[in-house]
């Protein structure tokens, strides 16, 4: 396996010569390539984003030997790829997660790439299973990674890690509960990953709808449950909404639709418990939102 660079295109090569998988794309993120780890926009250097990929090839046979059953070459570029992405957009550190770790290789990829963006992103480590002495030395060996990997292990459906704290999770299990696990887990916003047992790596930004889907609420369900969830979706936007100054066009839209979906959430609560204060601030962030977009629209 090799990777090609090609302008701002990066790419995976079963034989270095034909450019099989796109990994990343950074011609969306040119007006940012100063605060990316790039030695110009065009060459890709030593310290490039480019060689976070080429290391992570060069590694992948030294690293995967101890595990029995490492996710494909290809599979954790790909999902290193999706990480980049999301580091190159946000530049504050970044909290993340995998969930069902078979042996930790990927996370330990998924480390070494955070780092190179920022050494305050911090990487945590579910598995099920007891990883071997013998593969954590060997982990250890290998630069600063360690001091910003977790590891967790327990069962992924009793797991109990900070809910709305993370900004990236990769998940490897198919199941319902852990699913709804990781979106409770996720930040509004935040980027789920899933890698299905065929290998391909399916992409997803978790929105209020996912979030409030993942809390399982049902018309039975008591008020008191209902009115803390809506508590904290409404927290989670009230930060967005501090950002509105900086975002994009799609970004605008997007936090229309996620306030217009709060809004049907709240009116559901609002026969039971009348909340004015709540719904005021819900129509002047909308309002807000909606000018944004309108100025954005018009916007060379």
């Not at 807000?288 to 954005?296: D, M, T």
């Amino acid at each position: 396996m090799r990777i090609i660079g090609e302008g701002f295109n990066i790419y995976a090569s079963e034989t270095g010569k034909n450019k099989d998988k796109l990994l990343l794309s950074l011609k969306d993120n040119t007006e940012n390539l100063s605060r990316l780890p790039l030695v110009d926009s065009l060459a890709f250097g030593t310290e490039s984003v480019f060689s976070i990929f080429d290391q992570i090839v060069g590694d992948y046979d030294k690293l995967s030997k101890i595990p029995k059953n490492p996710q494909s070459l290809i599979c954790i570029l790909e999902v290193i790829g999706k990480l980049v992405k999301c580091l190159c957009q946000k530049h504050r550190p970044y909290n993340i997660l995998e969930l069902g770790a078979e042996q930790g290789l990927l996370s330990y990829f998924l480390t070494y790439a955070a780092r190179n963006f920022n050494e305050e992103n911090m990487v945590h480590c579910v598995s099920e299973n007891l990883l071997c002495n013998e593969w954590l030395s060997l982990l250890l060996e290998y630069g600063d990674v360690a001091e910003n990997l977790n590891l967790h292990m327990t069962q992924l459906q009793t797991l109990s890690l900070q809910e709305n704290y993370f900004d990236f999770c990769v998940l490897n299990s198919s199941e319902n509960e852990v699913l709804n696990n990781a979106i409770r887990l996720l930040a509004v916003g935040g980027t789920l990953v899933f890698i299905a047992q065929n290998g391909k790596v399916i992409e997803q930004k978790i929105t209020l709808k996912e979030k409030q889907a993942a809390y399982g609420q049902s018309g039975g369900a008591a008020v008191d449950l209902q009115k803390e969830e809506l508590k904290i979706l409404w927290q989670h936007t009230e930060k967005k909404l501090t950002e509105i100054d900086n975002m994009a066009k799609e970004d605008l839209s997007r936090m229309v639709k996620d306030l217009s979906y709060l809004e049907k959430l709240a009116a559901k609560l609002f026969c039971k418990t009348e909340d004015m204060e709540l719904k005021y601030k819900l129509n002047q962030a909308k309002e807000n939102v909606l000018n944004k977009l309108f100025i954005s629209s018009f916007r060379l």
